[in-house]
């Protein structure tokens, strides 16, 4: 029980670094500008890429499990956390180089295209423990428990993902 609360404590501290310098790196931190229009540029369309894999794998790898199969799930998952993972270095690269992005169209899509940026950085912020949290559990062997916290983590992954892919759509058609 003590090398458990272990683990939740460093998953705790690990998520409010991450959530931490992620705040600073959006919110305080200007961009540089080094070569904004270079491959910089193009890191908005593979982290949507990135989002839309994930999405993938954590579809395939829940049909897996229904279907009762526990090898291919594991591997699936693995390779979402994996996507997610270069979704954060990607992303991460990106902002430190361009900084944030501003929204500037107008009419009814600008509160639609809030609602799900907003709604995506608040459940983002869930996400990270959560999903440490369940790869824990699964490490471990917990599996009545990490069933429990997947139930919660998956469509909260699942919902991050999509509409990360949503929010590069829309700043690409619209802004």
């Not at 829940?62 to 993972?85: C, E, F, G, P, R």
């Not at 490490?139 to 997947?150: E, G, I, S």
Request: proline residues 2%; aromatic residues 16%; charged residues 10%.
């Amino acid at each position: 029980m003590q090398s458990e609360k272990t683990a939740f404590g460093i998953i705790g501290v690990l998520s409010a670094a991450v959530l931490g310098f992620l705040f600073w790196l959006i919110y305080f931190k200007t961009g540089s500008d080094v070569n904004a229009t270079g491959w910089i540029a193009q890191l908005p369309a593979l982290n949507a890429f990135f989002n839309a894999l994930t999405a993938t794998l954590l579809v395939s790898g829940y049909v897996a499990i229904k279907w009762n199969d526990i090898q291919l799930h594991k591997y699936l998952m693995i390779a979402a956390t994996v996507s997610s993972a270069c979704f954060l270095v990607s992303y991460v690269t990106y902002h430190n180089f361009h900084g944030d992005t501003k929204f500037l169209a107008t009419g009814i899509i600008r509160p639609v295209y809030f609602g799900i940026l907003i709604s995506h950085i608040l459940l983002s912020i869930v996400q990270v423990p959560l999903i440490l949290t369940t790869l824990y559990l699964a490490a471990v062997k917990n599996y009545v428990r990490h069933k429990k916290v997947a139930r919660i983590t998956f469509p909260i992954w699942l919902y991050v993902s999509v509409t990360g892919v949503l929010v590069f759509i829309i700043l690409k058609w619209f802004n």
